[in-house]
């Protein structure tokens, strides 16, 4: 088999999903950077010989956008954090607008899964270690004492992974 280097950018998204989905999880914060440089590697990956034709580019940007502008009016309400509305935005690029409503569907599903997690036994102890280190810049504002934070990011990562990766080796 053949070394494919069209997959570099592929396994460059792989790499930043799960530093969003870890990243998230210890500090209840995704970097700026990362969700750059997964917009930056799509282009990259699309600027490759098995790049998107021109309408499907399109279509993931517009998808993208759409994806961007329905999570400001969660964020607005305070149902979500502004950086899983960017992590969200980002990968909808690389799931692209055909699957955006099967990737809204499986970040749901791993989501509720996620939170069900937070709040059985096991939950007290994830959010203990969340503590143990410095808190994050900007965060806990304006969350109810007791409340408990979901790194939802973590579930759009894992979501972003299932329905991105396996298409490439079929």
Not at 65 to 85: T, Y
Not at 100 to 115: M, R, S
Request: one cysteine or more.
């Amino acid at each position: 088999m053949a070394f494919d280097p069209d997959l570099l950018p592929l396994a460059g998204f792989a790499a930043l999903m799960v530093a969003a989905a870890v990243v998230d999880v210890r500090r209840l914060v995704i970097p700026n950077g990362l969700v750059a440089a997964l917009c930056v590697l799509w282009l990259l990956h699309n600027e490759g010989t098995r790049g998107m034709p021109e309408p499907m580019a399109l279509a993931a940007l517009a998808g993208a956008a759409l994806a961007l502008a329905g999570g400001a009016v969660l964020f607005a309400r305070g149902m979500i954090g502004g950086g899983d509305v960017k992590l969200f935005a980002a990968a909808a690029l690389w799931t692209g607008a055909g699957a955006l409503p099967a990737f809204l569907v499986a970040t749901a599903l791993i989501g509720g899964a996620l939170a069900l997690v937070f709040l059985s036994p096991l939950g007290p102890r994830l959010v203990a270690l969340r503590h143990a280190g410095p808190a994050p810049a900007g965060s806990g504002g304006g969350v109810p004492a007791g409340s408990i934070q979901i790194p939802y990011g973590a579930a759009i990562a894992a979501a972003a992974l299932i329905l991105t990766i396996p298409p490439y080796f079929r």
